[in-house]
Every structure is written in C-alpha cells, then in structure tokens.
C-alpha cells in the first residue's frame, strides 16, 4: 500500500517489476528515457488528432503558452 492508504495498480505494480531488472543508473535512465519518449509521443498524437478536430487551433496553443500554471502559494502569516 502507497502512503494514501491505496493499492498500487497492474501498471504501477508492473513498472516495479521492470524497475528490478535495473541494476545500474545508466539502465535506470534509460528505461526512464524510454517511457519518457513513450508518453512524449502519446502527447503529440492526441495534440495532432485535437488540431486535425479543430479542436486546437494557433490562438488556443498561443493562450496555453500564456497560462500561469504554477500552484499558487499561501504566504506565511
């Protein structure tokens, strides 16, 4: 169980498991690397399939790129 009291699922768990076979840093990054890459390219394909739906466009992406997205902090009283 994960601090939050849940189980981790198949995914995680199986993640773990490949995680075991690393047995330097140089495999560890590169298993990082390689799901890094994954997900990176499961990105592009929904941003592509969003632009081709006219969904995105240059003005949404231009308003993105003006978000603030940092979490917001409270300050010390």
């Excluded at 993640?15 to 592009?44: D, G, P, R």
């Excluded at 992406?61 to 940092?70: L, S």
Aim: aromatic share 8%; net charge negative.
């Amino acid at each position: 169980m994960n601090a939050a009291g849940k189980t981790l699922n198949p995914m995680q768990l199986h993640i773990l498991e490949m995680m075991s076979y690393c047995q330097t840093t140089q495999a560890m990054t590169e298993l990082k690397n390689v799901l890094a890459e994954y997900y990176a390219k499961k990105v592009q394909e929904e941003a592509d399939r969003l632009w081709d739906e006219g969904v995105l466009n240059a003005e949404a992406i231009e308003r993105i790129g003006k978000e603030h997205w940092r979490t917001p902090y409270r300050s010390a009283r």
